[in-house]
């Protein structure tokens, strides 16, 4: 059984920073493009970051750029997303996804397995 499994997610005032980690189970993990996914109440997810599998690139949401950092550890089955200087608007269920054969990272409809999501809230 697959599972990716989202932590780190919390309450947090403006212009600080929360890391938010993705362990993976119940698959291959280094053959799998990861992306990080935001949902807030009343839109639609949206793509947040990127990496391929072997490290090598990124890719991010202008929205996040200079701010979020994705990073993956393939011998621990983690990926990782370090987020600073939070704005209120970063606030969202933030999701963890892993793609198999898709190119389209930013696309949320081509990732084959999802965690559960976890909550960043930030305040101003």
């Known amino acids: 059984q697959v599972q990716l499994v989202e932590s780190g997610g919390g309450l947090v005032q403006a212009g600080g920073s929360l890391r938010l980690s993705c362990a993976a189970s119940g698959l291959t993990f280094s053959r799998y493009t990861m992306g990080w996914f935001r949902q807030a109440p009343g839109k639609e997810r949206e793509f947040v970051a990127a990496?391929?599998?072997?490290?090598?690139?990124?890719y991010y949401a202008d929205s996040v750029k200079g701010r979020f950092t994705i990073s993956r550890d393939n011998a621990k089955k983690t990926v990782y997303l370090q987020m600073n200087s939070l704005k209120p608007e970063d606030t969202a269920v933030y999701y963890c996804?892993?793609?198999?054969?898709?190119?389209?990272?930013?696309?949320?409809?081509?990732?084959?397995?999802w965690g559960q999501g976890t909550q960043v809230t930030v305040s101003s």
């Open positions: 990496i391929t599998w072997s490290g090598g690139s990124t």
């Open positions: 996804a892993a793609d198999l054969y898709s190119g389209s990272y930013y696309d949320p409809t081509t990732y084959d397995y």
